[in-house]
């Protein structure tokens, strides 16, 4: 009894301790009011800055460059921030950037996971930073409660994942087997992303989906899954459809190894080794959401705001929270993404809403 | 006053026992699910899907080689993940590749191999010199390796276009890619430098009772960064072979490497604990995981299960194996 009661009270112990401190921190989300006046920046005082999880994978490290393009014409330039996808490294970098000069600061932030973006948006209020977010954002938390989030800007995954099923389905000519590689499961882009295929099996009724598997979005394990669905269903399959563009290449790899030259295969991200499949003719279609342009256009809107150009009463409330215009890439278009050129006209502050697709349901 | 003595005589036999079974769990396990898979579906036991098992396998086998060896002394290696990604990148940017002018071929393998021989090493030292528990150093060289590979990386992925690394991932002798034969070849080295060497042997007495070793003279520290200097080398090698797979040199090219090695390295048998288990154990632990990700799939169960089936499994099978073990203490209590 002596043994078994100590390791008992001791997990009692740090459950209750967990559940206070969930307590706690919930309590302290209530926000404080704004710093300095919005808008008196002088242009050459605002500090910019980007923060995206890591440089090691091209889509990231080609937000970042997008943002240095927009900082360099500006007169400016742009500190590059990256966490390794670790969401207690992203807060500790904000708040040792909000605990500098934040009267002009301007951050554009990709949030680790929807549980990061409130204290990022509660720091960043406090201090009188000017914050841009995107991707991920919890449902209730919304920029119209907030000075200084200027805005939060992500793709509809749903759509993207319904341009790449039609483009598969005319691939292989509205009839045949299909299998779907989907992201980790948990995640909102997977889900809708997905939920998108869903919608186009319904409208392409030849098309079957054979199987579906997830491959965590990692070409390696993307890779070994194919290799496994296609001994399972052979030649059945004439399509793979995949949550991203690195699953999308993982099996292309397999359909090379196992000989297979008439499988079409879909991806999402418009990463440059897609781009070049599809240059290639290995590869259908992918989809793009343009990382230079929200590297750039986040530190875009905090810059025009900052200094007066943009005034926050101009913006309307459904340009606060939007989802952005995104491309479907095939053989046709694919040579005006392979080397994407940055326009510096849409970081000019009349056109910085101009990408808006529809506001955030 | 002679039963203390009589109970000393028949307990003797026992533990022998006890470890022939032991020896036996995980590849009755793997017998088992083979079957089971086989019987459930008609695809699992096609010859074109167990090559692609064996396939599957190569990578995890160099891999979980390694750690092995690690975890016959006693210690962890939690640095597979960052080793295999700074080797990964290095192999793709020395060969014939999109990013430079390089065209090593297999001196750039080779470089590749050695940069992984280097961060075990490092481990090694790192453990010996400071006295930091492998645990934390190994961590800290996985987060080094990884590093390395981003800085390497720098924003531009790197695709091989070397018809020889790439023939491993494609070409097949007897049915299986020559991926698989390097395996084979790794497993059978391993099993040979456990067996016959004296690092493999000293390995186990390491782990078995490390004082004692060093009581009775030996030097125990060059053979601990040895080892850690082995294990890095196959991880090296994995790294190449990941390369070759994938076609391209990536950063995540090791992510998950580290922890499925060690589950793959306990399920078949060799002890977090050190001393017990071996190459060949770990290897059969590998096909035991490999079988179960592919028959899953294989059979058809749902993603969103799969998971968590896999992981019952393994706890299943680990704690099977454990069982003759646990009456053992039992006895000699």
Known sequence: MKFTSRPAAVLLGLSVAAVALTGCSETSTASGGSAAEAGSCDPADVTLVGQVRNESNPYEASWLDGGDAFAESVGLEQQRLTYDGESTKQQEQIRQVLAGDTSCLVLNVLPNGDADTAPIVNGADEAGAYLVTQWNKPADLSPLDHDRWIAHLTYNGEESGKQIGDALAEAIGGEGGIIALQGVLDTAAAKDRFAGLEASLAENTGMELLDEQTANFSRQEALTVTKTLLTKHGDAVKGIWTANDDMALGALEALEQAGRDDVAVVGIDAVPDALTAIGDGRMTATVSSDGPWQGGIGLAMGYCVATGELSMDDVADEDRAFYAEQFLITDDNVDEFVNPEIDLADFECDNVFDRVAGPLS | ?333
């Open chain 2, 1 to 333: 006053m002679t039963s203390p003595a009589e109970d000393v005589v028949s307990a003797r036999p026992r533990p022998r026992r006890g470890v022939s079974l032991r020896n036996a769990g995980p590849g009755l396990a793997l017998a088992a699910a083979v079957v089971l898979f086989s019987l459930l579906s008609p695809q699992f036991r096609t010859t074109a899907n167990l090559a692609n098992v064996l396939d599957a396998a190569a990578v995890l086998a160099v891999v979980t080689c390694g750690v092995t060896f690690v975890l016959l002394m006693g210690s962890i290696d939690l640095s597979a993940t960052g080793v295999i990604a700074a080797s990964a990148i290095a192999v793709a940017l020395l060969v014939e590749n999109n990013r430079n002018d390089s065209d090593l071929g297999y001196v750039g393998i080779l470089l590749a191999v050695l940069l992984g021989a280097g961060l075990g090493g490092l481990s090694g030292l790192l453990l010996v010199a400071l006295k930091v528990p492998s645990f934390m150093t190994t961590l800290g060289v996985s987060a080094i390796g990884l590093g390395v590979a981003t800085l390497m990386f720098n924003g531009v992925q790197p695709n091989i276009s070397d018809a020889a690394l790439e023939a491993w991932a494609t070409d097949r002798f007897l049915g299986l890619t020559l991926l698989t034969w390097i395996a084979a070849a790794c497993v059978l080295a391993g099993w040979s430098i456990q067996r016959w060497t004296r690092l493999g042997r000293y390995a186990y007495a390491i782990g078995g009772a490390e004082e004692v070793l060093a009581l009775s003279g030996v030097r125990v520290a060059p053979y601990k960064v040895a080892v850690f200097t082995l294990a890095g080398a196959f991880y090296g090698l994995g790294g190449v072979m990941v390369t070759s797979q994938l076609g391209a040199g990536l950063v995540q090219a090791g992510s998950g490497y580290t922890f499925s090695s060690i589950t793959a390295a306990v399920v078949g048998g060799t002890l977090l604990t050190g001393g017990r288990g071996g190459v060949l154990h770990s290897a059969v632990g590998v096909l035991l995981i490999v079988v179960l990700t592919n028959g899953l799939v294989q059979v058809g169960v749902s993603p969103y299960w799969q998971g968590g089936v896999q992981g019952l499994i393994v706890v299943v099978a680990v704690a099977a194996a454990a069982l003759p073990l646990r009456h053992r203490n039992q006895v000699v209590k």
